[in-house]
């Protein structure tokens, strides 16, 4: 970390007494500095304001480092799971996802010898969505957040309890892909570890939603369904939203 050795070239006029000392590296020596060399508050108050701004850019300056260090050695992580979609006990739907343990199995071993960690923070919105908050912390103190937020929705056998930890770990998931700027080894379809955010569910899935959709028409409110994702009719549905709306779904046609 570089030393404030020219600190004080913004302040003038400042006698020669109130340089900060070369190996003055925390605001504590700049104190200890001062009060040996009975340096004017005034100057004191600027030098601090100074030396803490360098500590910052310099702490920022290392966090983009590591962070460009940990994404040129994190490979793409691999979808080693498979989550189905049911109707009436059978499976109309599957898409491979990549757990949150194996994604932390990968990136952790990385992440720790650069001096970066994560840590979530969640929260229900004004909205009723679950919102997930992703913070990077490096060694130097700097740090970054990403935010995802999504419904608390499940199949109709999930209980409540089960519904918020399935959000909770999508979100987790979701907000640390975004954080870290993780890849999968391959197109994504659960929406959580996508690539593309604009890939569109596949000609099957379409399929199964519409076949879905026919079945709930009376309780469904289509326009609403269809501008709560964004999309102009169901095929083109983005691949990230196909669980979350196919849960959506079931449960219309479970209180039908």
Known sequence: MSTPTTATNALTPAPAATLAPAGAASVADLLRFAVAEKVPIEHLERIVALQERILDRNAAAEFFDATASFQ???????????????KDGRKIASYRYAELPTIAGIINPILAPLGLSYSWDSKIDEAGLLACVCTIRHRAGHFQTAQFSCPISGTSLMSDAQKGAAALTYAKRQALVQALGLTTGE?????????EDGERITE???????ALMDEVKATLNLPAFLKYYGIDKPGDLRARDFADAMASLERKRSKA
């Open 72 to 86: 040129e050695r994190c490979p793409p992580i691999p979808k080693s799971s498979v989550a189905e979609v049911t």
């Open 187 to 195: 197109a994504d379809t659960d929406g959580a570890e996508s690539a």
């Open 204 to 210: 099957e899935q379409a399929a199964n939603l519409s």
